[in-house]
Each structure stands twice: as structure tokens, then as C-alpha cells.
Nanobody
Framework: QVQLVESGGGLVQAGGSLRLSCGASGRTFRHYGKAWFRQAPGKERDIVAAISWIGDNTYYADSVKGRFTISRDNAKNTVYLQMNSLKPEDTAVYYC??????????????????WGQGTQVTVSS
């Protein structure tokens, strides 16, 4: 079974940092566009950041620009989300997603075909 597996979530105080990781099992996503989305309670799932398959293009939601960094290591089949200066409003379940072979850094969720189960990030004030 093809799976994306997130890790690195947890509880952190406002102003702190976390690094999320997303690996894969069942197949390789080395050459797929990747993204992180998040969903807070009672809200829709929104794009956080996206990265092209080779890592030369990125997209960030306005709310995280300057605080979050998306990166990837294709040799390890892993994508990361470094989150700094965390705020309580960053509290959400964070999902990793993969789009398509040689995919771009599109923020459009409809272009992402594979999804992880999510990891909870809670930022206390």
C-alpha cells in the first residue's frame, strides 16, 4: 500500500520551532511535487507550502512566509517543513501530499493525489 507518513508534530510554546518530516512507503515519490497542507478544527484544509519535484520552486501561504521553510531530500525520499516563530493560530493537523511525476509547486489541492494521515501541531500561548 502506498503511504505518505508524517512525523515531527507535537506541542510547542508560542515562538518555538518544530520540523515536520514526510517520508513514503510502498513507492517512491522522489520526482513528485510535494506540499504541506493544514486543517484547524472547524476550518477547511489550506495550503501551507509547496515545492517542485526538483526543489527549485516553492510556494508559501502568506500567513507563513518568513517563518516556515519547505525543503526536500530526494535521495531520502523525504520532504520537510521547518516551522519557526510558531503562533497559536498555527495549531492544526498538518498533512503531507504528493501531486504528480515532475510536478510543480502548485498550491491547488486538487492536483495532489496522495495524502498522508496527518500529524498534530499544537502551539500554546
Amino acid at each position: 500500500q502506498v503511504q505518505l507518513v508524517e512525523s515531527g508534530g507535537g506541542l510547542v510554546q508560542a515562538g518555538g520551532s518544530l520540523r515536520l518530516s514526510c517520508g513514503a512507503s510502498g513507492r517512491t515519490f522522489r520526482h513528485y511535487g510535494k506540499a504541506w497542507f493544514r486543517q484547524a478544527p472547524g476550518k477547511e484544509r489550506d495550503i501551507v507550502a509547496a515545492i517542485s519535484w526538483i526543489g527549485d520552486n516553492t510556494y508559501y501561504a502568506d500567513s507563513v512566509k518568513g517563518r516556515f521553510t519547505i525543503s526536500r531530500d530526494n535521495a531520502k525520499n523525504t520532504v520537510y517543513l521547518q516551522m519557526n516563530s510558531l503562533k497559536p493560530e498555527d495549531t492544526a493537523v498538518y498533512y503531507c501530499a504528493a501531486s504528480s511525476l515532475y510536478g510543480s509547486s502548485t498550491p491547488n489541492s486538487e492536483e495532489y493525489r496522495y495524502w498522508g494521515q496527518g500529524t498534530q501541531v499544537t502551539v500554546s500561548s
